[in-house]
């Protein structure tokens, strides 16, 4: 289904520029050991900027949970609707989490608990690619 095509600031262009390679990257405090993500300005934990990096992940997660959209405020999406959003908690960080539509899976029926492995797909406004996920077991 169409996404919304992210505007990079200066702040999270590392990220997207990271989609645009194939690879996921979340943002680390090295004085923390902790990832977050969306990116932020500062550490949620010590609340510094100068310890964040960029850690590639694998690209592994698990799905947490999901909600099915029937009725979303977004334009581009009223299209799909109904559709699944699935809460993935990444493999090196359970409190890590993105959502996914879950190409390929049957609405309200996403497999909870089940493995996914991140894609990128391109975005129709400007090409940016954005992170998906994909069942694998
Ligand atoms: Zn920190």
Redo the contacts with the bound molecule.
Sequence with gaps: MPKQSPIPDAMDKPFWDACNEGRLVIQN?K??N?MQHPPQRD?N??G?GA?LEWKQVSGRGKIYTYGVVYDSPVALLQADQPYNVAIIQLAEDHEVNMLSHLPGVPLDEVPVGATVQVIFEPTQATGQKVPEWKVVS
């Design positions: 405090c004085a923390c902790l550490c934990s010590c510094s310890n």
